[in-house]
């Protein structure tokens, strides 16, 4: 999509540069948590607009990452959006 369209889409200006963060654990991560609670981190450390994909809203583990996710995405700058969108954007 267009840039003004994926901005009103996602209500988030895309002021550069633009990061587009997707953490989706494997399935036999030692240590998906943690890798999170560093992802969430180094966003703190590099101003820029993040969208964050999150991960399916799976048992256990998952449902955690996706609350780390969303709390990082509560600062300004940041939009979390579904990974599986329910209707995609038009492509140009």
Avoid at 71 to 76: C, L, R, W
């Amino acid at each position: 999509p267009a840039r003004a369209a994926l901005q009103t889409d996602l209500a988030l200006p895309l002021r550069p540069p633009v990061i587009l963060v997707t953490m989706h654990p494997a399935t036999l991560a030692v240590h998906p948590v943690k890798e999170a609670l560093a992802v969430a981190a180094a966003m703190d450390e590099v101003e820029a607009t993040y969208v964050i994909t999150l991960p399916n809203s799976d048992e256990g583990t998952v449902t955690e990452i996706r609350r780390i996710m969303q709390q990082a995405a509560g600062k300004p700058g940041r939009k979390a959006v579904e990974a599986a969108r329910p209707t995609p954007l038009p492509l140009p």
